[in-house]
C-alpha cells in the first residue's frame, strides 16, 4: 500500500507503506497503542490488514495501566498488561502497587508488565527498582498473569531475582536484549524472548545470535510501537502492521520457513497469554 494517497488505507502519510500480508496470522506482543499518534481503530485495521489481528498494549505507569485496561475492554483482540515501568519507580507508594494488582486481575490484562530493571538509564535508583521488580513478580504469580520483563544492561540482577523470588510460570522478556549465552539461560529457565524490531538493525548481531540459538517455542516477535521501527523503515513511527517485516527477517535468521515461524508464534502466544 502506497502512503501518496491516503485514501488507499489506513497508515497516513507520516507512516510507513503496509508490507505484503503475512501468509499465517500472527500477534504484536508489546506495543504502546496509546503513543502511537493514530486513532485506536486506524491502528487495529492496518494491522488486521498485515495479518496481525491481536495486540498485547502495555502500559508503563498508573495513567496508561488505567487506559490500556480501559483500550483492553473496548477493543476486541486487544489485550493489556500494566506495571510501572524501572525509570518511574523512585518513591514507589505501595497504593501504586495495589492499584497495579486490581489493575492486574482484570479479564482483559494478560500481563503484568513491563516490569524489570533498567541500567542504561539512572532516573530510578537500583533500590527502588528492585522492590519494585519483586513486587511485580509477587503480582504476577498472585493474579496468574504473564510476566513482561523489561531489562535493559541488566541482566545478572534480572536473572538473579527471578531465582530469589521464584519466577512465574510464564515470564517473557520484552525487547530481548540479551547475548547468545543469556539466550541459553531463558531458554534452560523456560522463559520466552520477544523479539522486536532491532533485531534488524546492523549493529544487532549479538542479538541474531540470540535468535538463532533460541528454541523456536520460546519465541514471541513485537514492535514496542511506537519505537524500534524495523528494517527498511527505520527512523520513522512504528505501527503493529509492520511487523511482517520482523517476522521475515526472523525467519531468514532462523532458517525456517515464514509460515512456521508465524504458527510457533501464535502458539506460544497461546500458551503464555491465553488468546
Partial sequence: ???????????????????????????????????????????????????????????????????????????????????????????????????????????????????????????????????????????????????????????DDVLRILAEEGAPDRVVFHCFSGDAEMARVCADRGYVMSFAGNVTFKNAEPLREALRVAPLDLILVETDAPFLTPVPHRGKPNVSYLIPHTVRFMAEVKDVPVPDLCEAITTTGHRIFGF
Avoid at 510507513?16 to 500477534?27: I, N, Q, S, W, Y
Avoid at 496481525?52 to 495513567?63: E, F, K, S, W, Y
Avoid at 498488561?81 to 505501595?94: E, K, Q, S
Fill in 1 to 155: 500500500m502506497s502512503t501518496a494517497d491516503e485514501e488507499s488505507g489506513p497508515a497516513p502519510r507520516l507512516f510507513p507503506a503496509l508490507p505484503d500480508p503475512l501468509p499465517v496470522e500472527v500477534f504484536d506482543s508489546h506495543c504502546h497503542l496509546d503513543l502511537v499518534e493514530l486513532p485506536v481503530e486506524e491502528q487495529l485495521a492496518s494491522a488486521r490488514a498485515a495479518g496481525i489481528r491481536r495486540i498485547v498494549t502495555i502500559g508503563v505507569d498508573l495513567p496508561s495501566s488505567r487506559l490500556c485496561a480501559e483500550t483492553a475492554a473496548e477493543f476486541d483482540d486487544v489485550y493489556a498488561g500494566v506495571a510501572i515501568h524501572p525509570n518511574d519507580t523512585t518513591g514507589l507508594t505501595d497504593d501504586a502497587l495495589t492499584e497495579i494488582a486490581d489493575l492486574a486481575a482484570r479479564p482483559e490484562v494478560v500481563a503484568v508488565g513491563e516490569t524489570g530493571l533498567d541500567y542504561y538509564r539512572d532516573w530510578a535508583p537500583k533500590d527502588d527498582q528492585h522492590r519494585s521488580f519483586r513486587a511485580h513478580i509477587d503480582i504476577a504469580k498472585r493474579t496468574g498473569k504473564a510476566l513482561v520483563i523489561h531489562d535493559r544492561e541488566a541482566h
